[in-house]
């Protein structure tokens, strides 16, 4: 599926800032690169570990897809956690690298910079590099420092320690975001950081009823280190979008007061998507909209009605992009994302 949309990543920036824009813009936290082989029948996935001209060769094919989908920015992260020497708690249920305040002394801290910048540098110049005319990207270093110290320590371990170790329970988060904010400093330094328009990282802090931690404690070890973050970005000139899944609406008003400009995540058996433009689109943008469930088992006749629905409910009020409410992972079936971005398309077109 083609598209004859010419690029503007000003659309984006405006959403962002919480304008309308004069064409709605199009916006996905991830798209799994297996998603993006089967749309364009063409293998590319396996490139991004290659050599330098095999990432040259995976950025291109990466960009191109964006473009030809109708996406004026490119979303691309490299997570911190994955930098972080014995991570893999949260996303492989590996054993925690650490346990014990033994464990915290010990632990490398600052030799993350340097890995996650050597590994991952590279790439943030090869994209740059790749970008189509018009388009600019959307993303930074990925993870917030509530997913980076589940990876090394688990959530479970994390909870038993607010309770068994409250002191190194607080220092976990207070070593972790000081290492957050340098790394994120040095990127926004960083001749590549031109090629965002947008900045993000993803923190999911909740569930579908809760808060994963008490918001209490959100309050106090991780939204200062967001600010800091926040702070670095609008000194950058760069609008800010938080990612963040869950029933996080405890602490929705200190993340607008820390400075979030737009935020997506969004989850239909939380609340609807017009709740969240309803009750915070006077002050942020939404991104989104389009429940991950409905992708995975609506026909397509369902799911254009559905994004119909919310373009009504949303394109009027404010800063609004249009996507699905987490990300497009590889299972999700073909059919229902280009199901999705046909009916979106559809109507951007009317706005031409």
């Not at 038993?160 to 290492?179: H, I, N, Q, T």
């Amino acid at each position: 599926m083609q598209h004859s949309f010419e690029p503007d990543y000003r659309y984006v920036v405006q959403a962002a800032r919480n304008i309308r824009p004069a064409r709605m813009p199009l916006y996905e936290h991830i798209i799994a690169p297996e998603i993006m082989e089967r749309v364009m029948n063409e293998r590319f996935a396996a490139l991004y570990d290659g050599d330098e001209a095999d990432q040259r060769e995976f950025f291109r094919h990466y960009c191109a897809f964006w473009k030809a989908m109708g996406y004026d920015t490119v979303s691309f992260e490299c997570i911190i956690s994955s930098a972080m020497p014995g991570s893999g708690s949260l996303y492989s249920h590996s054993a925690p690298a650490i346990q014990n305040r033994a464990d915290f002394e010990a632990y490398p801290w600052d030799e993350i910079e340097r890995i996650f910048f050597e590994r991952y540098a590279p790439k943030y110049a090869l994209l740059q590099e790749a970008l189509p005319e018009g388009m600019k990207a959307i993303g930074g270093p990925g993870n917030g420092v509530f997913e980076c110290v589940q990876d090394v320590v688990s959530y479970e371990s994390l909870c038993l320690l607010s309770y068994d170790d409250p002191e190194l329970y607080a220092d976990l988060f207070k070593r972790c975001g000081e290492v957050f904010v340098r790394i994120w400093q040095r990127f926004l330094a960083q001749p590549y950081a031109d090629a965002y328009c947008v900045h993000r990282f993803g923190d999911d802090l909740g569930f579908r009823t809760n808060t994963l931690i008490a918001p209490d404690e959100i309050r106090a070890h991780l939204i200062p280190t967001y600010k800091q973050v926040i702070d670095a970005v609008h000194a950058a000139g760069k609008p800010f979008l938080l990612h963040c899944c869950g029933a996080i609406f405890p602490v929705m008003e200190d993340l607008i007061a820390a400075g979030i400009d737009a935020k997506h995540s969004n989850e239909d058996q939380i609340a609807p998507f017009s709740t969240w433009v309803n009750d915070y689109g006077d002050r942020i943008g939404n991104f989104g909209g389009i429940d991950l469930n409905l992708l995975y088992f609506a026909d397509r006749a369902a799911i254009r009605e559905a994004v119909a629905s919310v373009i009504r409910g949303s394109v009027d009020r404010g800063g609004f992009a249009l996507g699905s409410g987490n990300s497009i992972p590889d299972y999700i079936p073909v059919e229902g994302y280009l199901a999705m971005i046909e009916a979106a398309n559809e109507f951007r077109a009317t706005q031409i």
